[in-house]
Nanobody, 125 residues
């Protein structure tokens, strides 16, 4: 059974940094894209970043380019989202997601079949 577990959220001030982690299990020997999404209250989940299985392809939402960095460790089955220069408008629930995909990335939430439970990030001004 596939399970994704996020950690690392919290309350920070504007300009601070946070690193989110996502531990994946049940995907051993499978090739999958890892993505991060966020959800504001009353809104649909929006794409933040994704990295391909090979690590060659990475995609970011325009709103986080230059501030957020996605990485992954396929040996440890981990994905990370380093968030720098955080802004109050980054406040949201953050979710990691996975989809079986040997190459390339996907940016639409409906394309991902596996989701974590989410971790809250709150940025105060």
């Amino acid at each position: 059974q596939v399970q994704l577990v996020e950690s690392g959220g919290g309350l920070v001030q504007a300009g601070d940094s946070l690193r989110l982690s996502c531990a994946a299990s049940g995907l051993t020997a499978r090739k999958y894209v890892m993505g991060w999404f966020r959800q504001f209250p009353g809104k649909d989940r929006e794409f933040v970043a994704a990295k391909s299985w090979t690590g060659i392809t990475t995609s970011y939402a325009d709103s986080v380019k230059g501030r957020f960095t996605i990485s992954r460790d396929n040996v440890k089955n981990m994905a990370y989202l380093q968030m720098n220069s955080l802004k109050p408008e980054d406040t949201a629930a953050y979710y990691c997601a996975a989809a079986l995909l040997p190459s390339g990335v996907m940016t639409r939430a409906q394309e991902y079949g596996y989701w974590g439970q989410g971790t809250q990030v709150t940025v105060s001004s």
